[in-house]
């Protein structure tokens, strides 16, 4: 299971903060725009927020719902193909077999589709008084880990709530992965509590750089997002940071200067599998 990295090589990382609107044409013109703005600007892998094409809600998902390939994920073929960029298309709802997923597709330069990464841990939440959200009403989860290779390190996708599972972000590093992309987005009640502390958290327990691009905050929308995209290192440092309008984020990722921290035991042999769309671990007998 464990795989040797390679050396990092540094690049421009972009995350776009995405105001989203409830017109999906709107949404992708803008994205599309985004898309422009950062390549103009040097970044090679480029991030979309979560939802990015449609109102974040399980009423929503069923109606902007898309097949791969679709409106959507066509329009991110053809951005990643003629900016010549990595574009990690945040995440769309997504219907196929009449199930839907939260999915995120990620193209490569030449417009080649390179992973679709199915939400593992559907967002399932109740707290009384301040917010109830139950993603499974409507989405079904996915079941395998996504990853793809690049010219300047590997790349593993989670989606907004895989961000709490830290097995995730440990197979990811173990698979030899140097950079983590949570498209997500935190609320008023997660953001503010976890959305920091859990990015700095799966940096510094696997040594990986972590991502989290998030849409833009809307106080009029049904569900308001944090914002607050951020990129952090591997020693925890906080690199770039938006605050909670719509905005383009970049960081220099790659070749660090701080020391490398041992964060697993050689001679532990954890393995896993997928059930129910969540990691369950085991170690095999000797």
């Not at 299971?1 to 776009?16: G, H, Y």
């Not at 939260?102 to 917010?131: A, E, M, Q, S």
Request: charge should be negative.
């Amino acid at each position: 299971m464990e795989s040797v990295s390679k050396a990092m090589t540094q690049f421009r990382l972009a995350l776009i903060q995405l105001r989203v609107s409830s017109v999906k044409s709107d949404n992708l013109t803008r994205a599309g725009e985004f898309v422009k703005k950062a390549a103009s600007q040097g970044a090679k892998i480029i991030t979309l927020p979560e939802c990015f094409n449609s109102p974040y809600g399980t009423n929503y998902f069923p109606e902007y719902a898309e097949t791969i390939p679709g409106e959507s994920t066509q329009r991110l073929s053809d951005l990643a193909k003629e900016y010549q960029v990595y574009l990690v298309g945040g995440s769309i709802p997504e219907e196929d077999g009449g199930k839907f997923y939260n999915t995120c597709t990620v193209f490569g330069p030449d417009g080649t589709l390179l992973t679709k990464h199915r939400k593992l841990h559907l967002f399932d939440i109740n707290v009384p008084g301040r917010i109830r959200f139950q993603e499974s009403e409507t989405l079904s989860a996915g079941d395998s880990l996504s990853m793809f290779d690049t010219p300047y390190c590997k790349v593993g996708v989670g989606i907004c709530y895989d961000i709490r599972f830290a097995e995730l972000a440990q197979v990811y590093s173990q698979k030899g992965c140097q950079l983590l992309v949570y498209p997500g987005a935190f609320n008023l009640t997660t953001g503010p509590a976890h959305w920091e502390l859990l990015q700095r958290g799966r940096a510094v327990d696997n040594q990986v750089f972590v991502a989290t691009a998030s849409p833009a905050r809307d106080v009029n929308a049904p569900y308001v997002a944090w914002g607050h995209s951020t990129v952090v290192s591997p020693w925890g440092e906080i690199l770039a940071q938006a605050g909670i309008d719509e905005t383009v984020v970049y960081a220099t990722v790659g070749k660090t200067c701080l020391p490398v921290l041992p964060c697993f035991s050689s001679s532990l042999n954890l393995s896993f599998h997928l059930h129910n769309g969540g990691l369950v671990w085991f170690c095999p007998p000797n």
